[in-house]
T-cell receptor, first 109, second 114 residues
Framework: QKEVEQDPGPLSVPEGAIVSLNCTYSNSAFQYFMWYRQYSRKGPELLMY????GNKEDGRFTAQVDKSSKYISLFIRDSQPSDSATYLC?????????FGGGTRVLVKP | GAGVSQSPSNKVTEKGKDVELRCDPI?????LYWYRQSLGQGLEFLIYFQGNSAPDKSGLPSDRFSAERTGGSVSTLTIQRTQQEDSAVYLC????????????FGPGTRLTVT
């Protein structure tokens, strides 16, 4: 079992819909949780990081962490075709990040 | 300001040859990380440098892989006697000291071993 699990998708939504992405993790010894966006043939781009359980909002993006369930989520409101990318969740402790496999998202105009 | 840069962007090499991949971190970032991204394995940690401390090499897959960081800035990842399974995208990231949760990635080097 991988330490961080993500559904690979693709997840296809119409423009303007809410995109809901999830990850589960198996090891409690992690402090921070991150979401990255990666366009094809580009490096990952940090969207958000969060430390505690609860919600963190940044513009159209909301990250949610539930440490008791070992579950992390990312919601994208008012999705745009430019949001079409692969989204990677990651958890970190001790200077290392462990990534999920990524979920490919397609936002159709 | 300038982001993390990597060179070359693409590298094709023959099996058995050595390759060097370069990473130039964001100015002022003392922490530098190397990752490998492949279809089957996703994004995997390779090695971490912080200032003048001994690097954390725990993610290097074999002794054919090595990395150095000169002058606390530019880093080079070297793969000796390349194998086909080394084909992947090699990504470099940097962060401020201790802020491993805020890593900024370069565009990567796509390595193809034929």
């Amino acid at each position: 079992q991988k330490e961080v699990e993500q559904d690979p998708g693709p997840l296809s939504v119409p423009e303007g819909a809410i995109v809901s992405l999830n990850c589960t993790y198996s090891n409690s010894a992690f402090q921070y949780f991150m979401w990255y966006r990666q366009y094809s043939r580009k490096g990952p781009e940090l969207l958000m990081y969060t430390y505690s359980s609860g919600n963190k909002e940044d513009g159209r993006f909301t990250a949610q962490v539930d440490k008791s369930s070992k579950y992390i989520s990312l919601f994208i409101r008012d999705s745009q075709p430019s949001d079409s990318a692969t989204y990677l969740c990651a958890k970190g402790a001790g200077n290392k990040l462990t990534f999920g496999g990524g979920t490919r998202v397609l936002v159709k105009p | 300001g300038a982001g993390v840069s990597q060179s070359p962007s693409n590298k094709v090499t023959e099996k058995g040859k050595d390759v060097e991949l370069r990473c130039d971190p964001i100015s002022g970032h003392t922490a530098l990380y190397w990752y490998r991204q492949s279809l089957g394995q996703g994004l995997e940690f390779l090695i971490y440098f912080q200032g003048n401390s001994a690097p954390d090499k725990s993610g290097l897959p074999s002794d054919r892989f090595s990395a150095e960081r000169t002058g606390g800035s530019v880093s080079t990842l070297t793969i000796q006697r390349t194998q086909q399974e080394d084909s992947a995208v090699y990504l470099c990231a940097s962060s401020l000291a201790g802020q491993y949760y805020e890593q900024y990635f370069g565009p990567g080097t796509r390595l193809t071993v034929t």
